[in-house]
T-cell receptor, first 113, second 112 residues
Framework: DTAVSQTPKYLVTQMGNDKSIKCEQN?????MYWYKQDSKKFLKIMFS???????INETVPNRFSPKSPDKAHLNLHINSLELGDSAVYFC????????????FGPGTRLLVL | GIQVEQSPPDLILQEGANSTLRCNFS?????LQWFHQNPWGQLINLFY???GTKQNGRLSATTVATERYSLLYISSSQTTDSGVYFC??????????????FGQGTILTVHP
């Protein structure tokens, strides 16, 4: 009964490959997010979807493309992976109203060789 | 954009000690959350506290929105408190869609 789940947990791949990370939440939330955490632990928002509509799109290379097939799922596809894409990617979902708490998934550790 | 600074960057404690972590932010906010990232990488929401004071067990938090800072207090620390503590804020005014800007974190190590 995990609230926010991500697959895979670990991803090791070669430069130039294309990979996808999947996220699912069973909390009934309308808004979902992708964050990137770099090697210095700095967390930065990448994208957000509200009920399948893209609402936040930070300055992210267009090799990154989010997709939301329904409001419970938010996937992240990365084309032509580069060494600098190595990071931990977190999915989160938001409860509207008060409090506006965000719930995070376990993270996907991506290593590009 | 809004800037978030946390202090101290690192903190080492003996079990049982108390500590205070600080978060300063550069603009008015309508959303402030404290998170704990445990040694396994999981991010856990501790408090949603854009203003006022809240307590949850050994942890409490206070946000003074007019002075643009928040404090997280940990009392009687335990080894399981180790990890990284993040403050994250969302700007007031307009539609932010819940966008959070994170501070750089405070790394807490509690020794037995």
């Amino acid at each position: 009964d995990t609230a926010v789940s991500q697959t895979p947990k670990y991803l090791v791949t070669q430069m130039g490959n294309d990979k996808s990370i999947k996220c699912e939440q069973n909390l009934g939330h309308d808004t979902m997010y992708w964050y990137k955490q770099d090697s210095k632990k700095f967390l930065k928002i990448m994208f957000s979807y509200n009920n399948k509509e893209l609402i936040i799109n930070e300055t992210v290379p267009n090799r990154f493309s989010p997709k939301s097939p329904d409001k419970a799922h938010l996937n992240l596809h990365i084309n032509s992976l580069e060494l600098g894409d190595s990071a931990v990617y977190f999915c989160a979902s938001r409860e509207l109203g008060i409090p506006e708490t965000q719930y995070f998934g376990p993270g996907t550790r991506l290593l590009v060789l | 954009g809004i800037q978030v600074e946390q202090s101290p960057p690192d903190l080492i404690l003996q079990e049982g000690a108390n500590s205070t972590l600080r978060c300063n932010f550069s603009d008015s906010v309508n959303n402030l959350q404290w998170f704990h990232q445990n040694p396994w990488g999981q991010l856990i929401n501790l408090f949603y506290i854009p203003s006022g004071t809240k307590q949850n067990g050994r942890l409490s938090a206070t946000t003074v929105a007019t002075e643009r800072y928040s404090l997280l207090y940990i009392s009687s620390s335990q080894t399981t408190d180790s990890g990284v503590y993040f403050c994250a804020v969302g700007p007031s005014g307009g539609t932010s869609y819940g966008k959070l800007t994170f501070g750089q974190g405070t790394i807490l190590t509690v020794h037995p």
